[in-house]
């Protein structure tokens, strides 16, 4: 397991830094980018938010905008921001913004031609933590996050793997994949039309078969443009009841699906993180 | 005088927009950004930061990657960012980064093709300002800011102009252009090869000449790549002991050129500006 960095720029006494690395999960070169608090260079071990950006991005956007690194210092909080899909010239792409290349949905893909590389679900749950908790000064404590086609990944991953997060959130995430748009067309890609494998990949049926709880906490703007087609919170919320999953979700009035909505709430989402990483 | 909103995101209770309008003194449409803070929306007249910013950015980077809404949401202050430059097909432009769009360095070009639009100082001192007051809820209490070539653009402007800004700020601005690839670059382009008229837009001279003060804030990175090169803030500090200058410049060790200088930095700057907006 060895990574190469490719970029440095300090930032509220921390660093943020993006590596690449040889996946051997999704068969190709990945870039990943990492913050480390201060805490992280005198000798502590940190704790690790995971951040699950959404569709057309990449390691970037969440570090340049959403205005995390203020709360993540003063916490002592490490992120890491992936990539959103198998990257290179040989990976399967479609001329869609939503399926391919900058749209992995965070599965394993049994189908071809997707099934060589988008095996994202692995990836964020296996090969990128070990990578992560091998190559730097950080515990391994973990809170999953993110945003959108991410928020989706997010709660998912989390609720698949309870033993392996202190907690999770979302913004804007996509809570029923299997009966929206984006979710339908990705999960008939990835997985094919039998919609029996789309389950395990969809946070409003895991949520409401769940047994195993996590700290939840999920945000939402009330302006967002995707809000009734793509996102509908309310299914989430419905699930929730239904287990009496401990699920924190609130709409904002007038918040759309832009970093402008992740930037205003993100304090919350770092400080409720902080206080189970603590525990 | 007309504004045409173009987009409109809520972020920290307040709103960031975009307007286009025609710009008279520029001979073109020209697009801005607006932050509005909540006390805006309540009745309150608040006052506005103007933010310059550097070589081949436009309205928008600051407002992405700054992180600045949330102090200024606290503060109550507007942040106005326009343009770099003239826009449109019409406009004369260079194949460099460093000089035509983009990169309009905040001067009047008195030399063809240039002259034509190239007359940023005058839209910055006078027609935005005008177009601000009479189109949002905001004071004539103003301060001033900006980023590299922005920087330049902000402390030439409020040292011109004392009796129109109640502060000045820089991070890594271009401190003496007159001496700099940079400066040398556009200033011939712009204003000629008299070189005598190059010293109205220099920091570092008219810091030396000044005999009438504002508070003056500025930030540089101390391993940032243009330091040395185009940047020499030791030239404006020499600047300020000969005239005495109020100048508070600091250099922070491992900070580079990038917006997460800025970031890590933006709230000190804000409060720097809202104790002299608030006389």
């Not at 608090?37 to 991005?57: D, F, N």
């Not at 091998?134 to 989390?158: D, E, W, Y």
């Not at 997985?191 to 389950?199: A, E, H, I, V």
Request: with cysteine.
């Amino acid at each position: 397991m060895t990574i190469e960095n490719i970029s440095a720029n300090k930032v509220f006494g921390g660093w943020q830094k993006q590596y690449t690395h040889q996946s051997k999960t999704l068969n190709c070169d990945m870039r990943f980018a990492i913050y480390l608090p201060p805490q992280a260079s005198s000798g502590e071990k940190v704790p690790v938010l995971y951040w699950l950006s959404g569709l057309t991005c990449t390691d970037e956007n969440f570090m340049q905008k959403a205005g995390a690194f203020r709360m993540a210092a003063e916490l002592g909080i490490a992120i890491v921001a992936p990539d959103t899909s198998p990257r290179g010239d040989d990976v399967a792409d479609d001329d869609g913004y939503d399926l391919g290349k900058g749209a992995g949905f965070y599965v394993n893909a049994t189908q071809a031609p997707w099934n060589k590389h988008y095996q994202m679900y692995d990836y964020i749950v296996k090969e990128l933590p070990a990578l992560i908790e091998a190559s730097f000064p950080v515990s391994n404590k973990r809170a999953i996050s993110g945003h959108s086609m991410g928020g989706h990944g997010a709660l998912t991953i989390a609720m698949r793997n309870p033993e392996r997060y202190c907690s999770m959130s979302a913004f804007s995430p996509i809570c029923n994949p299997v009966n929206v748009p984006w979710g339908q067309k990705a999960f008939t890609a990835y997985l094919g039309k039998d919609k029996s494998t789309w389950q395990a990949y969809d946070a409003s049926e895991l949520m409401r078969q769940a047994t195993q709880f996590l700290p939840a906490k999920v945000d939402q703007g009330g302006a967002d443009n995707f809000l009734k087609e793509q996102l509908t919170p309310e299914l989430l919320e419905a699930a929730a009841k239904a287990s009496s999953y401990p699920l924190e979700l609130a709409i904002h009035e007038g918040y759309d699906h832009s970093y402008y909505f992740i930037s205003s709430f993100i304090e919350e989402h770092l400080r409720f993180h902080a206080k189970h990483l603590a525990k």
